[in-house]
């Protein structure tokens, strides 16, 4: 297995490819969780939305009605699907094949469950502290962004890593539509050494990437509860 290890790790190109893979993996990983906020922020307030109108009766709140139909979609349907619709669809005139591709499926997916722990995180804070910033004179955008939303993010946090992990390993299936992430490539030198070896160095990297995020975001954390300690 040593020798394996070291016979791939010896060949300057094979090395290059799983380095650019490396950088591929990343740049579609950070691009993704950041679309992912962005659109799980804006679910979450449509979830939590009061604005409708009332017809015979009942109150129709559309924009609770997108993010529902928003979220079913997403969560009830493999991330492999909504990948290949993507690129056959949205990038379906583009040439060749860009980590943009990756990024927004991955995003798109990732808002779904951004959405419910933005939404869940909310909810933890006690419904007494709205209540307390409305009465000393905010409105209820003001009291959401300056009272409840900083200590809904110390309940948000733990759970926001735990999905940022797991779309960096989610990230193994842009493959399937040609690009050259880290798992892609671990197979193509596989299929060029008939040897598994490849897959374990790949193995390796993902859970070098994964404990590297995982010691900084956690790093952050405790500095967040430290200084809300003081």
Known sequence: MLESFARILSDPHRV??????????????????????????????????????????????????????????IRGTPAVTQLLIITHTVFAAVRGVSVWVGIVALGINSGAYVAEIIRAGILSVDKGQMEAGLSLGFNKAQTMIF????????????????????????????????LQDINRVGQLIMAQTFDVTPLFITALMYLFLISVLTMLLSLFEKKLRSSDRK
């Open 147 to 178: 009272i409840v939303m900083p200590q809904a993010i110390k309940n948000i946090l733990p759970a926001f890593i735990n999905e940022f992990i797991v779309l960096i390993k989610e990230t193994a299936i842009v493959g399937f539509v040609g």
């Open 16 to 73: 290059d490819m799983l380095f650019n893979a490396m950088l591929i993996t990343i740049q579609i990983s950070l691009g993704a969780v950041f679309l992912g906020l962005i659109i799980g922020s804006i679910m979450a307030a449509f979830n939590m939305s009061d604005i409708g109108f009332v017809v015979k009766g009942k109150k129709i709140r559309p924009l609770r009605l997108i993010a529902f139909v928003y979220l079913g979609v």
